[in-house]
């Protein structure tokens, strides 16, 4: 918590629930980043823009956020193998879930889908378990 900023994290919760919305009422649309990349992959006819704009623009703030502040994306605290395993892991658990946390947490709370609060409350409780293993039982440390 040595890091709570809750003026710029409500900027930008507020920032991502505005984009979520117009995507979905402007497109028809959810903002589920995981269907999107699924989709762009998967290359439908006439379907492709938007994705590859949507992804564009997530990789782009990242590295406008590297470029403008640097310390604000510190060094990964794993090796590359373990992040390609858990990014993997993540695939196979949006695969299983339906979706992603973008499309369950924010999209789909925010049309008040039962699904997705069941999904959103399962992803929150896999994340603190996970937590307390790895800092508490297999000393991660902080």
């Known amino acids: 918590m040595s890091n709570f900023t809750p003026l710029s994290s409500f900027a ?3 920032l991502i629930g505005v ?4 995507l979905l009422v402007g497109n028809g649309r ?3 980043v995981s ?4 989709g762009l992959l998967r290359r439908p006819v006439g379907d492709t823009t938007w994705r590859a704009l949507f992804v564009a623009g997530l990789l782009a703030g990242g590295l406008v956020l590297q470029l403008t502040r640097p310390s604000a994306i510190g060094p990964s605290v794993v090796g590359f193998p373990l992040l390609v395993v858990a990014g993997l892991l993540v695939g ?8 992603c946390t973008s499309g369950h947490g924010v999209c789909g ?10 999904a959103t409350a399962t992803f929150m409780l896999a994340g603190a378990a996970t937590t ?3 800092r508490h039982l297999l000393g991660g440390g902080s």
């Open 132 to 134: 307390y293993v790895l």
């Open 12 to 14: 930008g919760g507020t």
């Open 19 to 22: 984009a979520a919305a117009l």
């Open 109 to 118: 709370i925010g049309r008040l889908s039962p699904r997705s609060m069941v």
């Open 92 to 99: 196979f658990g949006t695969q299983l879930g339906s979706g």
């Open 35 to 38: 269907g999107i990349v699924a």
């Open 30 to 32: 959810i903002a589920g």
